[in-house]
C-alpha cells in the first residue's frame, strides 16, 4: 500500500493567481498521477507523472496551465496556472502499488 | 479508449433493502476493475477490486461485485444497505496494470429510512 500527503487541503485563491499543490508518498513509486474532480462531477485524469521524463498530459489539459514536477520517486508538484473561477475543484494525487491506485486526500480549490 | 458507463446518477433506497449499483465498461482486454466510494468531505476508499479469476468479488463494508464479461458490467449489491452507506460510489477502470483509472460519472445513493 501507499500512504499519500497532499497538501494544502484546501484554499481560497484570487483568479489569475497561481497554485502549487504538492504530494509526497511514503514509498517510492514509478508513476504518480493527477486528477481533477470538478464540483459534481466525477475524477478526470490531468496528467501523468514519471520521475526523469516530461509529465504526459491528457486531452483536454496543456502543460502551460498545469506545470508538474516530478524531482524524485516520492515527490511531485502540480501548479494551477493563471487562475479563473472555473479551475474551482478537488485535485487529487495517485499512486500506483501493485495493481492498485492510492489516492491523497485531495485539495480542494476555490478561485474567486 | 477506455470507458466506464454509470447508467444511475442517484439512487434512493430504503434502510435494510439491497442495492445494485450498475457499471458498464469498454475496455479492449481482460480489465482492472474497482469500485470507490466517496463520503461528503472524504477521499476516496477503495471498495473492491477485480483482476481475474472468480467473477464474483467481496469487499469492505459487505459490498460485493460481479464481473460479467459477456455484458460487459461489473455491479456493486450489498444485501441490506445501512444509513451510513450514504455516499458517491465510482466505478472504475484500470489501465497501467490498475494504476491508471478511467472513472465513471458516479452514483449518489440517498438510505431513507
Known amino acids: 500500500s501507499a500512504v499519500i500527503s497532499q497538501k494544502p487541503s484546501r484554499d481560497i485563491c484570487q483568479r489569475g493567481t497561481s497554485l502549487t499543490i504538492q504530494c509526497q508518498v511514503d514509498s517510492q513509486v514509478t508513476m504518480m498521477f493527477w486528477y481533477r474532480q470538478q464540483p459534481g462531477q466525477s475524477l478526470t485524469l490531468i496528467a501523468t507523472a514519471n520521475q526523469g521524463s516530461e509529465a504526459t498530459y491528457e486531452s483536454g489539459f496543456v502543460i502551460d496551465k498545469f506545470p508538474i514536477s516530478r524531482p524524485n520517486l516520492t515527490f511531485s508538484t502540480l501548479t494551477v496556472s493563471n487562475m479563473s473561477p472555473e479551475d474551482s475543484s478537488i485535485y487529487l494525487c495517485?499512486?500506483?502499488?501493485?495493481?492498485?491506485?492510492?489516492f491523497g486526500q485531495g485539495t480542494r480549490l476555490t478561485v474567486v | 479508449a477506455q470507458s466506464v458507463t454509470q447508467p444511475d446518477i442517484h439512487i434512493t433506497v430504503s434502510e435494510g433493502a439491497s442495492l445494485e449499483l450498475r457499471c458498464n465498461y469498454s475496455y479492449g482486454a481482460t480489465p482492472y476493475l474497482f469500485w470507490y466510494v466517496q463520503s461528503p468531505g472524504q477521499g476516496l476508499q477503495l471498495l473492491l477490486k477485480?483482476?481475474?479469476?472468480?467473477?464474483l468479488v467481496q469487499g469492505i463494508k459487505g459490498f460485493e461485485a460481479e464481473f460479467k464479461r459477456s455484458q460487459s458490467s461489473f455491479n456493486l449489491r450489498k444485501p441490506s444497505v445501512h444509513w451510513s452507506d450514504a455516499a458517491e460510489y465510482f466505478c472504475a477502470v484500470g489501465e497501467l496494470s490498475g494504476n491508471k483509472l478511467v472513472f465513471g460519472a458516479g452514483t449518489i445513493l440517498r438510505v431513507k429510512s
Open positions: 495517485s499512486v500506483g502499488a501493485g495493481r492498485e491506485a492510492f
Open positions: 477485480y483482476f481475474s479469476g472468480d467473477t
